[in-house]
């Protein structure tokens, strides 16, 4: 059983910057490990992804910007011009296979985490 455990999220104005960070108690070697999203009465939302590439949702694309630390066991996500709406709670998933057709699909991800809170004010 793979532990992911988020952290970084908090408070900033719009146009500011966070880092999150997903560390995890054992690697994913290639397969994929992805940021997803979840605002207030909305379903969570794919964010981004790393696997042997990287993948974004089109609303952080050149905004967001997703990597791995091997060495570490963990996925960063640097989220920079940071507007209102992308105040969530922000979940690490990872998924054991290689799809890449289906790399934003919240429902083929099997281990996530307990989600580090985004709150971004104008």
């Known amino acids: 059983q793979v532990q992911l455990v988020e952290s970084g999220g908090g408070s900033v104005q719009a146009g500011g910057s966070l880092r999150l960070s997903c560390a995890a108690s054992e690697g994913f070697g290639i397969h994929a490990r992805g940021w997803f999203r979840q605002a207030p009465v909305k379903e969570r939302e794919f964010v981004a992804a790393i696997n042997w590439n990287t993948y974004y949702a089109d609303s952080v694309r050149g905004r967001f910007t997703i990597s791995r630390d091997n060495a570490k066991n963990t996925v960063y996500l640097q989220m920079k011009s940071l507007k209102p709406e992308d105040t969530a709670v922000y979940y690490c998933?990872?998924?054991?296979?290689?799809?890449?057709?289906?790399?934003?699909?919240?429902?083929?991800?099997?281990?996530w985490g307990h989600g580090t809170q985004v709150t971004v004010s104008s």
């Open positions: 998933g990872e998924r054991r296979d290689f799809m890449v057709s289906t790399i934003r699909q919240l429902e083929d991800y099997i281990y």
